[in-house]
């Protein structure tokens, strides 16, 4: 079984704009440390995966706060969803396996995913055309070395966040995974 975790990144509120927000909205939510401008959210009923709230989440937080929002999806490591947001407004979505659950054989091509705009407003400052080969490698592209496939979505995740050159912030972290270990830290719990 692979990782499952969902989460969102804000670029710019600080973290007791973001709680206040979090409390605001009536959300149950572990809220990390700001750093670079950076703070990650992994609210409760995200984690269910149902790609309505998580959206719903990350547009209401990104409307509140005025601010980008990056919803990040990992499905079993066989799917990367993201979402990003500005101000309430979708700009961008992303599908590293859109036929996942309709098992088409040969597999779809990952969608969406628009490179500049992602990093424009999440990167730091982030290299366009590392994160475009990021979005559309898949297995068994003959121009990569193969040491460079994604095996699992985790791995494109970790690779997306380098290319993107974020501070040392915990993404891959969801809110079942916090409530079960010690909560790390700098994260606080709101809710």
Same mark, same amino acid.
């Given at each position: 079984?692979?990782?499952?975790?969902? $989460?969102?990144?804000? &670029?710019?509120?600080? &973290?007791? #704009?973001?709680? =206040? =927000?979090?409390?605001?909205?009536?959300?149950? *939510?572990?809220? @990390?440390?700001?750093?670079?401008?950076?703070?990650?959210? !992994?609210?409760? &009923?995200?984690?269910?995966?149902?790609?309505?709230?998580?959206?719903?989440?990350?547009?209401?937080? @990104? &409307?509140?706060?005025? !601010?980008? *929002?990056?919803?990040?999806?990992?499905?079993?490591?066989?799917?990367?969803?993201?979402?990003?947001?500005?101000?309430? +407004?979708?700009?961008?979505? %992303? $599908? @590293? !396996?859109?036929? %996942?659950?309709?098992? #088409?054989?040969?597999?779809? /091509?990952?969608?969406?995913?628009? =490179?500049?705009?992602?990093?424009?407003?999440?990167?730091?400052?982030?290299?366009?055309?590392?994160? $475009?080969?990021?979005?559309? =490698?898949?297995?068994?592209?003959?121009?990569?070395?193969?040491?460079?496939?994604?095996?699992?979505?985790?791995?494109? +995740?970790? *690779?997306?966040?380098?290319?993107?050159?974020?501070?040392?912030?915990? %993404? %891959?972290?969801?809110?079942?995974? /916090?409530?079960?270990?010690?909560?790390?830290?700098?994260?606080?719990?709101?809710?």
């Amino acid at each position: 079984m692979g990782s499952f975790y969902t $989460n969102l990144a804000l &670029r710019g509120p600080d &973290r007791d #704009q973001i709680i =206040a =927000a979090v409390a605001g909205l009536g959300y149950c *939510a572990f809220v @990390s440390r700001s750093l670079s401008g950076l703070t990650m959210v !992994c609210e409760e &009923r995200s984690d269910t995966r149902d790609l309505g709230i998580w959206r719903d989440v990350a547009k209401q937080l @990104s &409307r509140w706060l005025q !601010c980008p *929002a990056l919803a990040v999806l990992n499905h079993d490591d066989d799917v990367l969803l993201y979402s990003l947001y500005r101000g309430g +407004h979708l700009l961008d979505e %992303y $599908n @590293s !396996c859109p036929d %996942y659950w309709i098992n #088409q054989d040969p597999p779809a /091509l990952p969608q969406g995913g628009d =490179a500049a705009v992602l990093c424009e407003a999440f990167g730091m400052p982030g290299d366009a055309a590392e994160v $475009n080969r990021i979005l559309r =490698a898949t297995p068994g592209d003959e121009d990569r070395p193969a040491e460079n496939d994604f095996v699992v979505a985790f791995e494109r +995740h970790v *690779a997306l966040v380098q290319a993107l050159r974020w501070p040392e912030v915990d %993404y %891959y972290a969801g809110f079942d995974l /916090l409530k079960r270990e010690a909560m790390p830290t700098g994260w606080v719990f709101v809710g």
